[in-house]
């Protein structure tokens, strides 16, 4: 429906409500001109019925001279009477004519005048309702449509002579009395029309009327057409060339006025005003876009200089980066061999003051536990320094993360039982190994444990708790504890850089804050994730998840 013109449209609309019009005009007509046939019959049927009264009536008026008249010198009933002479002008009408006449009686004497079915209603209207002088209608009779039209004959004085009081009593013609009284319906005239005249007269009038409205509303088309096409589609498809010379970059375009209508001239008018306004806005940027175009040069080489300035720092960056990295590494390295002799000899020394009772037994305990504190510092410092180097490689071999805690519960629960603080673990029986760099993964669970120790007060709680979800095939490792807890706000942060739980400038616990740095690390490098949930004050939950494949 879119790509049609409105021409088309409009044309196409105006043929519908015309054809509609047509329509309607055609019902309306057919049946006025039924109804004026209908009336015209009936007036040509009352005057005939009439006549036929009127014959009957002068019968009845000369009934005496009938009489005189109906039997010979000897006396002898030659059968003439009313009745006899009425039917026989009926049926001479008829001969000399397309009409029908007959006079019907219900009980007739004689079996001609027997009443048919439209008769027969005719008939039992005129006997209940003395009001109904006629009776009508289009029916069918003799095997095709006419008009048929019935009216009442009303008993007189004279025709009491035949057909009156007393019922039963034979008169004259040989036949039983019926017993009338005047004013009762002694039968109806009955006539029937043709119609093939006035059906032919009906359809050439509505052939006529069909043609004529047909003329009329093919010439109204045709004037409208002409007048769309000049005073609407002509002006418009001029304002859509207009707009295809501007589509083209012919951005100047003045039509001229046309003189079609106001609303047109006032279109094609402001269609100027849009060309020229579009001009100037277009002149005018095109000497912005100069200018622009050489801002933009200038930027760009300002932009040249800053990238080889800034290139040449990240270079410089890079390289003392590296320089750091190396230098950490290599003070990490050169730290840990002092630190594990230290360690060493510590717990040689505490082997030989085993019982407690050697006042050098907590100076041993204190070496031991700050050595392996510094110890574990320094292997984050190393580790970070290694991550910030690129060094991202996992060494991926089966890993028993049953075997993964037991390690590090050897090796931690020792200074859990220091601070009193209860040390449990628990892994599931259906826990399946896991591919994982073993140290990497140890390291991490080790910094939770160790973190979860440090910030349980004396006669807290710590544990390590190993289950596997069938649902996600993961392993999650939660380590809990009952310490200090975390605020909701700190989630996030304390997995940054250098960041504590406590970060306070008198803060009462040491480290780096690089452990959950590194849990965070190593745990995304194995396609998994670490979360944490805590109430601040009652302890705090870090969970790892890891994908068995």
Excluded at 14 to 24: E, F, G, Q
Excluded at 475 to 500: H, L, Y
Aim: net charge negative; with cysteine; aromatic share 8%.
């Amino acid at each position: 429906m879119g790509n049609i013109r409105l021409r088309t449209k409009i044309t196409v609309l105006l043929i519908l409500l015309l054809t509609i019009s047509l329509a309607v005009n055609l019902v309306w007509t057919g049946q006025n001109q039924r109804k004026q046939t209908e009336s015209e019959l009936k007036e040509k049927a009352y005057v005939l019925s009439l006549q036929m009264g009127a014959v009957w009536d002068f019968m009845s008026a000369n009934q005496d001279r009938f009489a005189s008249l109906s039997y010979t010198k000897d006396g002898v009933y030659q059968g003439l009477h009313c009745a006899i002479v009425g039917r026989s002008v009926g049926q001479m009408f008829s001969l000399e004519s397309d009409y029908t006449t007959r006079f019907v009686n219900f009980n007739p004497r004689n079996a001609g005048d027997e009443p048919d079915s439209f008769e027969s209603e005719a008939l039992s209207l005129f006997q209940s309702d003395d009001s109904i002088k006629e009776y009508y209608a289009f029916a069918e009779y003799g095997g095709e449509e006419v008009f048929r039209y019935s009216a009442p004959m009303k008993i007189e004085q004279t025709c009491l002579y035949c057909h009156g009081e007393p019922a039963g009593e034979v008169d004259i013609t040989g036949y039983k009395k019926e017993g009338w009284k005047i004013g009762d319906v002694g039968g109806a005239i009955s006539i029937a029309v043709p119609l093939e005249s006035y059906i032919e007269n009906e359809r050439n009038s509505i052939i006529h009327n069909v043609i004529f409205s047909v003329g009329i509303l093919l010439g109204c088309i045709i004037i409208i057409y002409i007048a769309l096409s000049r005073l609407v589609t002509r002006p418009l498809e001029k304002i859509q060339s207009g707009f295809g010379r501007i589509r083209s970059g012919e951005i100047g375009v003045n039509l001229a006025p046309t003189e079609s209508t106001l609303e047109m001239r006032t279109l094609i008018h402001e269609f100027n005003n849009m060309a020229e306004e579009l001009s100037a806005i277009y002149s005018n940027l095109e000497q912005q876009v100069k200018d622009r175009t050489g801002d933009l040069e200038s930027a760009n080489e300002v932009l040249k200089q800053q990238r080889k300035q800034l290139e040449e720092a990240n270079r410089k960056l890079s390289k003392e980066n590296e320089y750091k990295a190396d230098f950490l590494a290599m003070v990490s390295h050169e730290l840990r061999t002092p630190l594990t002799s230290i360690i060493a000899f510590a717990e040689m020394l505490l082997r030989k003051v085993q019982n407690g009772e050697d006042p050098d037994s907590a100076i041993a305990q204190e070496i031991e536990a700050n050595s392996k504190s510094l110890l574990l510092m320094i292997n984050d410092i190393l580790e970070m320094s290694r991550l910030d180097a690129g060094k991202r490689d996992l060494s991926l071999e089966a890993v028993d993360v049953g075997d993964l805690v037991g390690f590090i519960y050897s090796s931690i629960v020792a200074s859990a039982r220091d601070k009193q603080i209860s040390f449990t673990r628990y892994i599931e029986p259906d826990v399946p190994l896991i591919q994982a760099d073993f140290e990497k993964l140890r390291h991490a669970l080790e910094n939770l444990v160790v973190n979860a120790i440090k910030f349980t007060e004396t006669g807290g709680s710590v544990g390590v708790h190993v289950l596997y979800d069938e649902v996600s095939r993961t392993v999650r490792i939660a380590v809990s504890d009952s310490g200090i807890g975390i605020e909701e706000k700190d989630f996030d942060r304390i997995f940054e850089r250098f960041v504590q739980g406590d970060s306070s400038v008198s803060r009462n616990y040491g480290g780096a804050g690089l452990g959950l740095t590194l849990v965070k690390e190593y745990v995304e490098m194995h396609r998994g994730t670490v979360t944490v949930s805590s109430t601040y004050g009652s302890g705090s939950t870090f969970t790892i998840e890891l994908p068995i494949g």
